[in-house]
């Protein structure tokens, strides 16, 4: 059974920085696409996708609002996913997950079989 783990979230001033850390375990890591994705508040029944990498590292995809600001990285050997966020905004503020599936990355969230519990980013003016 795949096991994630988030980690690295907290609060922090706009324009900071965070990197975001996802703990894989359970399976092998290099055979399963990754991403992250968001819960902002009022959202509740929303994940929008924030990005997502292949299994390699060689594929990668960022949603607009992010892209320049937020890099995705993956550590197979490690196990580890990231998320690297500079520049952030008040609206980056959400509950940031990682999610795991077996074939090709996608942004549909609703394909990742597999999901943290996540953890809270809160950006303040």
């Known amino acids: 059974q795949v096991q994630l783990v988030e980690s690295g979230g907290g609060l922090v001033q706009a324009g900071g920085s965070l990197r975001l850390s996802c703990a894989f375990s359970g399976r092998t890591f290099s055979i399963y696409a990754m991403g992250w994705f968001r819960q902002a508040p009022g959202k509740e029944r929303e994940r929008e996708f924030v990005a997502v990498i292949g299994w390699s590292g060689g594929s990668t995809s960022h949603a607009d609002s992010v892209k320049g600001r937020f890099t995705i990285s993956r550590d197979n050997a490690k196990n580890t996913l990231y998320l690297q966020m500079n520049s952030l905004k008040p609206e980056d503020t959400a509950v940031y997950y990682c999610?795991?599936?077996?074939?090709?990355?996608?942004?549909?969230?609703?394909?990742?079989?597999?999901w943290g519990q996540g953890t809270q980013v809160t950006v303040s003016a």
């Open positions: 999610a795991a599936r077996r074939g090709g990355p996608t942004t549909v969230s609703g394909r990742y079989d597999y």
